[in-house]
């Protein structure tokens, strides 16, 4: 690769050589007149010849410099398109990384809504489990369901907490008839080894729960889909089936609710806090989130202590 020279000397070449004039190239770089006659001194050494000759009171290119400064213009306004278009997608296009029963059950839904009021923001979202770093990669906000922390570089915001309940399709109420909280231990329940049950029967001081054989899922998404298939009884977050629930497909069999000790939190980098985009999306969901949970009748948003 062909040496280059200090790039902020090109740069105030690059300047000085339009203007034909040190003193208005340094206001255009907000620089003093005496830096930009030395960054050319500079540069001139590092060539070993002038590119610059005094005429009265003007600046002149010499052979040399008339020679690279038009290769040199173009070489700068093909850097100002590039950056002109990194930063028009980055104006345009919000990446956002949510956890799969989140972004599938509860964000996908609603997200028409935000892009009515952004409709020059285009939405791409990641749905995944895993953390991803915010810092070094490509998104710009992650939901995260996570325990109250504070994460330098961060800015946090809490969104919900995770209500957990059994919840079950009417056609398997109907062939398994649920009257105590003791007869879920005999009737087929779904990933039946998942902590949510522990925790459940815990807060309700009934008896231990039980290992059973039974069929085990990796998501609550998939857990829902097999509860409204008759499969078994899940043990879910009401307001990620918030729609099911409505519309009948599942039941909750059993008043008792218990709070999971993580709750759901919108996160993006210190750096990105003040973009239109960050603050748009950031408003709408926090918004988006008390409409939903209405008169929050699963404590969802009761602030963390």
């Not at 410099?65 to 040199?72: D, F, K, N, S």
């Not at 980055?90 to 990446?95: A, G, Q, S, Y």
């Amino acid at each position: 690769m062909a040496k280059i020279p200090p790039l902020a000397a090109v740069r105030v070449f690059e300047a000085a050589s339009r203007h034909s004039n040190f003193s208005r190239a340094a206001e255009e770089l907000a620089m003093t007149q005496a830096a930009v006659s030395y960054q050319m001194k500079l540069l001139e050494e590092r060539l070993g010849a002038p590119l610059f000759v005094r005429r009265g009171r003007s600046m002149v290119l010499t052979d040399l410099g008339q020679r690279i400064a038009p290769q040199i213009h173009e070489a700068f306004a093909t850097l100002g398109k590039a950056f002109a278009t990194a930063r028009a997608e980055t104006d345009t296009v919000l990446n956002i990384t949510a956890p799969r029963t989140f972004a599938t059950n509860w964000l996908a839904g609603r997200l028409g809504e935000f892009q009515i009021t952004r409709p020059d923001l285009a939405v791409r979202i990641d749905v995944t489990d895993t953390m991803v770093d915010l810092a070094a990669g490509e998104f710009d906000v992650a939901i995260r369901g996570q325990q109250q922390r504070e994460t330098p570089g961060l800015v946090s915001h809490f969104l919900m907490w995770m209500p957990v309940t059994p919840l079950a399709s009417p056609a398997f109420l109907a062939k398994h008839p649920l009257r105590t909280p003791a007869d879920l231990l005999v009737v087929p329940r779904l990933s039946p080894d998942d902590d949510w049950w522990d925790l459940w029967f815990e807060t309700l001081c009934e008896p231990g729960n039980p290992r059973q054989a039974g069929i085990r899922f990796e998501s609550q998404v998939l857990d829902g889909h097999a509860a409204i298939a008759g499969h078994g009884v899940a043990i879910l977050s009401p307001p990620m089936f918030q729609s099911q629930i409505e519309t009948g497909a599942l039941v909750q069999p059993f008043p008792h609710v218990a709070r999971y000790r993580n709750g759901f939190w919108l996160v993006y980098p210190e750096h990105k806090r003040n973009l239109p985009k960050v603050r748009g999306f950031r408003d709408w969901l926090c918004d988006a989130v008390k409409r939903a949970a209405g008169d929050d009748p699963y404590g969802i948003l009761v602030p963390p202590r």
